[in-house]
Nanobody, 125 residues
Framework: QVQLVESGGGLVQAGGSLRLSCVTS????????MGWFRQAPGKEREFVAV????????HYADSVKGRFTVSRDNAENTVYLQMNSLKPEDTAVYYC??????????????????WGQGTQVTVSS
């Protein structure tokens, strides 16, 4: 069973930055694509970013393109989401998720196999 644990959420003012981390158990981390999703109260879970297993390819939602950067360290079984120029509308619970195979980038939550418990990000205006 793969376990994912997010950290790094918190309260930040608009225009500020946060970096989320997601540590994953298991020996085959590099074989999985890793995605970030978010869910605001009363809204559906939405795609934020995804990175391929080897880190060579990424894909972002239009709403975060140019502000967020996804990266990974396969030696540490960790994926990151650097969030800059944060806006109040970025407020949500952020989740990391993994899917196999690692070379297929997907934006639909149903295509992901394992999920973390989420970390709250709150951006004040």
């Amino acid at each position: 069973q793969v376990q994912l644990v997010e950290s790094g959420g918190g309260l930040v003012q608009a225009g500020g930055s946060l970096r989320l981390s997601c540590v994953t158990s298991g020996r085959t981390f590099s074989r999985y694509a890793m995605g970030w999703f978010r869910q605001a109260p009363g809204k559906e879970r939405e795609f934020v970013a995804v990175i391929s297993g080897n880190g060579d390819n990424t894909h972002y939602a239009d709403s975060v393109k140019g502000r967020f950067t996804v990266s990974r360290d396969n030696a540490e079984n960790t994926v990151y989401l650097q969030m800059n120029s944060l806006k109040p509308e970025d407020t949500a619970v952020y989740y990391c998720a993994s899917r196999f195979p690692g070379n297929e980038l997907a934006s639909e939550p149903i295509l992901y196999h394992y999920w973390g418990q989420g970390t709250q990000v709150t951006v004040s205006s």
